[in-house]
Structure formats: structure tokens, C-alpha cells
């Protein structure tokens, strides 16, 4: 696989956990751009993120007594700048519990249709 460039990490994405289906209308997704991310709803969800050749790794900042990162992995082959979904591996260290919670989805790539909008 190709190393994944910044501009086809940059936007606006859903994650899914597990069996989660997709609701593009859903107000909830992370914005990544520059090295940082942040969720749509949540402002205390930020972090950052590292490119790692045909991956990345979204780490968020520390709350309380809990640490969570996401790995995300391309489902293709990387040969352009338009990845829309990536295989993410979340994990959670809570500091009370001895081992790590581990959760298995997707980012999926928010696509917004501007002539949808209303204005």
C-alpha cells in the first residue's frame, strides 16, 4: 500500500462501532484537518492525529482518568488522495480497570452535497 497523504484525511468523517449502520443525516462525526481533531458535537473530544504510511492514529486528549485512541487502516489499497472509508480499532485505557477496552468499526468519509442544503 501507498502512504496515506494529509489531504485524504482531511474532512469530515463518521465512526461506526461494530454493527453500527450509517445515518448521514446524524449530527454526530469528527472533523480532521491539520494534525487535529474534534468532534462535531462534543468540544471537549479533541486530539490529534499521526500519519503512520498507509494508516493513522487519532489520539485524543486525556479526560479524567481515561485515555482513547482509534487506529485507522484503509480498506483498499491507498493509490489517491480520496479514501472514504478506513477500518478503525478503537481502544480506551480507563485507569480503575487493569486491561483495555477494545472496540472494531469504520470511519466513513461525511460526504456533504452542498445542493442539499437549505439556506
Known sequence: ?????????????????????????????????????QSSIA???????????????????????SKRTIALCPTIAVSNDSIDIFHADETCQIEALDEPTNFY????RRNVDPSASTT
Open 43 to 65: 468540544p471537549e473530544l479533541v486530539g490529534e492525529y499521526e500519519i503512520t504510511g498507509d494508516g493513522a492514529v487519532l489520539t485524543f486528549d486525556q479526560r479524567g482518568r
Open 1 to 37: 500500500m501507498a502512504a496515506i497523504q494529509e489531504a485524504a484525511l482531511q474532512g469530515e468523517w463518521f465512526y461506526l462501532v461494530e454493527n453500527e449502520l450509517l445515518d448521514r443525516g446524524n449530527q454526530e462525526f469528527f472533523i480532521l484537518r491539520d494534525g487535529r481533531v
Open 105 to 108: 468499526g469504520a470511519f466513513i
